[in-house]
């Protein structure tokens, strides 16, 4: 079974930018959820989704958004990027409860915001 | 003072020795997540931990829900071990998200 993908890996972008990021779970998880990587605070949850809807979100600004689609794919937008949104962006999915059940995480989309 | 604390935040040892990594917490929590992060970002799920004990291969991890505390042992440790360690907990209140702390890193060196 194929695992947790994430696109793109790596992305540069400039202050004022939007981004996209896409992440694909394993085949029959429904769950996907996000989370922020960075030197300074360490992981931080971003918002977790189930079957199209988001039921978990984290502290983080409304320039943070995501959706997840029919198919469980998700994505996450970040609009007016700032520096301090430079980060690892890590996606994980599970079966159905991402946090009584195993989570499998993706690589993530390191994100350099110039 | 975080949620989750870690500790050691560094852990330099030889090959072959026996490895405990600590973590506490500061709510009450419904389960806790040990997890492997290694070089290049990529994160494994070791455990996840309601109550007591969990044993896979040369890794085990414990919990003490009464104390709010939970360990991560590593018998017989290789340098392929070597990596951060992170616990995470999910609160037993409020939103479900997982809280995570600063993490372990771990070198084992041969």
């Known amino acids: 079974k194929a695992g947790v993908t994430q696109t793109p890996r790596y992305l540069i972008k400039t202050r004022g930018q939007q981004v996209t990021l896409s992440c694909s779970p394993i085949?029959?998880?429904?769950?996907v959820s996000w989370y922020q990587q960075t030197p300074g605070q360490g992981l931080q949850f971003l918002f977790e989704?189930?079957?199209?809807?988001?039921?978990n979100k984290g502290n983080f600004p409304g320039r943070f958004s995501g959706r997840q689609f029919s198919n469980s794919r998700s994505e996450m937008n970040v609009s007016t990027l700032e520096l301090g949104d430079s980060a690892l962006y890590l996606c994980?999915?599970?079966?159905?409860?991402?946090?009584?059940?195993?989570?499998?995480f993706g690589p993530g989309t390191r994100l350099l915001v110039l | 003072k975080n949620e989750v604390e870690q500790s050691p935040q560094n852990l330099t040892a030889q090959e072959g020795e026996f490895i405990t990594i600590n973590c506490s917490y500061s709510?009450?929590?419904?389960?806790l997540h040990w997890l492997q992060q290694h070089p290049g970002g990529g994160i494994v799920s070791l455990f996840m931990?309601?109550?007591g004990k969990k044993k896979h291969g040369r890794l085990i991890a414990t919990i003490n829900i009464q104390e709010k505390h939970s360990s991560l042992h590593i018998t017989a440790s290789h340098p392929r071990d070597s990596a951060v360690y992170i616990c995470?907990?999910?609160?037993?209140?409020?939103?479900?998200?997982?809280?995570f702390g600063t993490g372990t890193r771990l070198t084992i060196i041969p």
């Open positions: 994980a999915s599970s079966l159905t409860v991402p946090y009584l059940e195993t989570q499998y």
């Open positions: 709510v009450g929590i419904s389960a």
């Open positions: 995470a907990v999910i609160s037993n209140f409020g939103n479900e998200k997982l809280t």
């Open positions: 931990l309601s109550s």
């Open positions: 085949s029959g998880h429904r769950s």
């Open positions: 989704y189930f079957s199209e809807t988001q039921r």
